[in-house]
């Protein structure tokens, strides 16, 4: 049973600076991609970074390259993401989630194993 709870939100003003992190249990955790996901009121959950099985490959959301850095730690089961310059826009339950295989995907069936979400609130 894989188990993947996150940590780190709250409220934070625009420009400001949050990490978020997402520890795991119950499956190898270095043999899966791990992924972020976010989701606005009334809106869809998105994808926002991803990482692959090793940490060398990342991906990233248009809307928060160059701000959010995605990492992991396998020997701590842990991924991270390091959100700077945060925007209103960037308000959201933030899911961590475990992905099928070893390459990230940006949509939410490429995971199968999700969070149960850690709220950031961006204020203007």
């Known amino acids: 049973q894989v188990q993947l709870v996150e940590s780190g939100g709250g409220l934070v003003q625009s420009g400001g600076s949050l990490k978020l992190s997402c520890a795991a249990s119950?499956?190898?955790?270095?043999?899966?991609?791990m992924g972020w996901f976010r989701q606005a009121p009334g809106k869809e959950r998105d994808f926002v970074a991803g990482?692959?099985?090793?940490?060398?490959?990342?991906a990233y959301a248009p809307s928060v390259k160059g701000r959010f850095t995605i990492s992991r730690d396998n020997a701590k089961m842990t991924v991270n993401l390091q959100m700077n310059s945060l925007k209103p826009e960037d308000t959201g339950v933030y899911y961590c989630?475990?992905?099928?295989?070893?390459?990230?995907?940006?949509?939410?069936?490429?995971?199968?194993?999700w969070g149960q979400g850690t709220q950031v609130t961006v204020s203007s």
């Open positions: 119950g499956r190898t955790f270095s043999r899966y991609a």
């Open positions: 989630a475990q992905g099928r295989s070893y390459y990230s995907a940006a949509n939410s069936a490429g995971y199968d194993y």
């Open positions: 990482i692959s099985w090793t940490g060398d490959s990342t």
